[in-house]
């Protein structure tokens, strides 16, 4: 439910939400507990728990009022999304023309936020109401969508308001997503978690395969402007399913700490425990090649392959197919291989198939790509499920924000460089070279995980707090 942007290759959430600097120097014994908490064991059974349990869970979300408010609000947006992924590339190439350089500053406009401003709106969501961030987040995003017809009306339309607009929607982002799960850990009980989140991103993906096919169709009877008022009308819906939720307070009222201590404290959390600092390197590496991929492959779609936009819908929607089948398996997967291997063998499994990409032609060799892809998108997403599960077990509620800006920080660094690089490659190369080696980039980010030594235990471990709140 927000703006949406691609989810990160391990990340988080965000979850999709581990993800930190270069250059900052923190010197901690990587093995040792962090701060202010204490290691439990995983439930038995693995990442959903024991046999006896697993057929309660779930069964309490479909009596929580505030969960449903916010799985229909997020299905909205995502749809909204969906068609936006399509729209916003074809604004910028059919009505004004842009090159592959232009196309990539506006995908790294998405991203940059997030090192100039991401520390410290992680710190300062922290200290706040998630529902009340999440809808005032929500409600720029959508002013930032409308502007863009808005503006074309009167011929004011230029590329440099894209990217303005991808820059305002990347920082609107980064609010919605740190309060994201704090809200969610708020009105879901652990049991549920699991089942929460599969069918969030379940959904999410199903959106996402409405979206595109969607945003095609209407680019093509409407123009790409007009239908580019279906996110903002995506992200109103999110506002009023927000607007009426109405979560339990906290027990004890949030604590607001002076914002460089709390930008710091997010900052030990993540440099201080190996996971979650291997996972935010990993995913920066993974995302760099899958940002890299996405920065061109409309252009390439559109110019090389010459796909009409209801095509190239199509393209993106029987993608997303593969997240939904990733979304409903990750439950079972975690039960089945516990979410230190599962983790590990989603990601491998979907970078294989990254490279591929680049080999499409125009017909039947176009869909045999497009369904590899997919099994790459339905094992970026289990894994996210996995670890998003993970990470709400296992970070403290009172600093998921600042722990979710603080390693995404390292998680989306290379994302801006990725987008312009991409760009600046494929005007040299063309798009398909880039597409490669982008995949190849993200392959070898995800097989590292098998070189760490969490892999002798099923589950990765769970903690718990052993001392109040600072």
């Given at each position: 439910?927000?703006?949406?942007?691609?989810?990160?290759?391990?990340?988080?959430?965000?979850?999709r939400r581990a993800g930190g600097p270069a250059g900052v120097d923190v010197v901690v014994d990587a093995d040792a507990p962090v701060a202010g908490l204490r290691e439990a064991q995983p439930p038995a059974g693995g990442v959903a728990g024991s046999r006896r349990t697993r057929g309660a869970q779930g069964g309490g979300l479909r009596r929580n009022r505030d969960f449903l408010l916010l799985w229909a609000g997020e299905a909205a947006s995502v749809t909204?999304?969906?068609?936006?992924?399509?729209?916003?590339?074809?604004?910028?190439?059919?009505?004004?023309?842009?090159?592959?350089?232009?196309?990539?500053?506006?995908?790294?406009?998405?991203?940059?936020?997030?090192?100039?401003?991401?520390?410290?709106?992680?710190?300062?969501?922290?200290?706040?109401?998630?529902?009340?961030?999440?809808?005032?987040?929500?409600?720029?995003?959508t002013a930032a969508y409308a502007s863009v017809p808005v503006a074309a009306a009167f011929g004011l339309l230029g590329l440099w308001q894209l990217v303005v607009v991808a820059l305002v929607v990347g920082t609107a982002t980064i609010a919605f997503r740190s309060a994201y799960t704090k809200l969610l850990v708020r009105i879901v009980p652990e049991r549920d978690r699991p089942v929460a989140n599969s069918l969030l991103f379940g959904t999410e993906n199903?959106?996402?395969?409405?979206?595109?096919?969607?945003?095609?169709?209407?680019?093509?009877?409407?123009?790409?402007?007009?239908?580019?008022?279906?996110?903002?009308?995506?992200?109103?819906?999110?506002?009023?399913?927000?607007?009426?939720?109405?979560?339990?307070?906290?027990?004890?009222?949030?604590?607001?700490?002076?914002?460089?201590?709390?930008?710091?404290?997010?900052?030990?959390?993540?440099?201080?425990?190996?996971?979650?600092?291997?996972?935010?390197?990993?995913?920066?590496?993974?995302?760099?090649?899958?940002?890299?991929?996405?920065?061109?492959?409309?252009?390439?779609?559109?110019?090389?392959?010459?796909?009409?936009?209801?095509?190239?819908?199509?393209?993106?929607?029987?993608?997303?197919?593969?997240?939904?089948?990733?979304?409903?398996?990750?439950?079972?997967?975690?039960?089945?291989?516990?979410?230190?291997?599962?983790?590990?063998?989603?990601?491998?499994?979907?970078?294989?198939?990254?490279?591929?990409?680049?080999?499409?032609?125009?017909?039947?060799?176009?869909?045999?790509?497009?369904?590899?892809?997919?099994?790459?998108?339905?094992?970026?997403?289990?894994?996210?499920?996995?670890?998003?599960?993970?990470?709400?077990?296992?970070?403290?509620?009172?600093?998921?924000?600042?722990?979710?800006?603080?390693?995404?920080?390292?998680?989306?660094?290379?994302?801006?460089?990725?987008?312009?690089?991409?760009?600046?490659?494929?005007?040299?190369?063309?798009?398909?070279?880039?597409?490669?080696?982008?995949?190849?980039?993200?392959?070898?980010?995800?097989?590292?995980?098998?070189?760490?030594?969490?892999?002798?235990?099923?589950?990765?471990?769970?903690?718990?707090?052993?001392?109040?709140?600072?």
């Amino acid at each position: 439910m927000g703006a949406r942007v691609p989810e990160p290759a391990v990340s988080v959430e965000q979850a999709r939400r581990a993800g930190g600097p270069a250059g900052v120097d923190v010197v901690v014994d990587a093995d040792a507990p962090v701060a202010g908490l204490r290691e439990a064991q995983p439930p038995a059974g693995g990442v959903a728990g024991s046999r006896r349990t697993r057929g309660a869970q779930g069964g309490g979300l479909r009596r929580n009022r505030d969960f449903l408010l916010l799985w229909a609000g997020e299905a909205a947006s995502v749809t909204g999304a969906g068609m936006t992924s399509v729209l916003l590339p074809l604004v910028a190439v059919s009505l004004l023309d842009a090159s592959p350089t232009w196309m990539g500053m506006i995908a790294a406009a998405t991203w940059l936020p997030w090192l100039v401003v991401g520390l410290p709106i992680g710190a300062w969501v922290d200290g706040r109401s998630p529902r009340a961030v999440m809808i005032g987040a929500n409600s720029v995003s959508t002013a930032a969508y409308a502007s863009v017809p808005v503006a074309a009306a009167f011929g004011l339309l230029g590329l440099w308001q894209l990217v303005v607009v991808a820059l305002v929607v990347g920082t609107a982002t980064i609010a919605f997503r740190s309060a994201y799960t704090k809200l969610l850990v708020r009105i879901v009980p652990e049991r549920d978690r699991p089942v929460a989140n599969s069918l969030l991103f379940g959904t999410e993906n199903a959106a996402n395969t409405v979206g595109p096919g969607l945003g095609g169709l209407v680019g093509q009877l409407v123009g790409p402007v007009r239908g580019m008022l279906g996110e903002a009308v995506g992200l109103a819906i999110s506002v009023v399913c927000l607007v009426l939720m109405r979560p339990q307070p906290p027990t004890t009222a949030p604590q607001r700490e002076p914002l460089r201590a709390s930008v710091r404290s997010g900052l030990r959390l993540v440099f201080g425990d190996r996971r979650l600092r291997f996972f935010a390197v990993q995913g920066a590496v993974a995302n760099f090649g899958l940002i890299g991929q996405q920065a061109v492959l409309v252009l390439w779609l559109s110019r090389d392959l010459r796909l009409d936009p209801a095509a190239i819908g199509i393209v993106f929607a029987l993608s997303s197919i593969g997240g939904v089948v990733g979304a409903l398996a990750a439950p079972a997967l975690g039960r089945l291989l516990g979410d230190a291997r599962g983790v590990s063998i989603t990601l491998t499994a979907a970078g294989l198939m990254l490279p591929l990409l680049a080999f499409a032609q125009p017909g039947p060799v176009l869909w045999l790509v497009v369904s590899a892809n997919a099994v790459a998108v339905a094992g970026i997403v289990a894994a996210n499920v996995l670890r998003r599960t993970w990470v709400q077990s296992y970070v403290p509620e009172r600093m998921l924000a600042r722990q979710a800006t603080s390693a995404q920080l390292v998680n989306f660094a290379g994302m801006p460089i990725a987008g312009v690089l991409a760009g600046v490659l494929a005007e040299q190369w063309g798009p398909a070279p880039v597409i490669f080696a982008m995949g190849v980039v993200a392959l070898l980010a995800n097989a590292a995980s098998w070189l760490q030594p969490w892999l002798r235990r099923r589950d990765l471990p769970r903690r718990t707090e052993s001392t109040p709140p600072e």
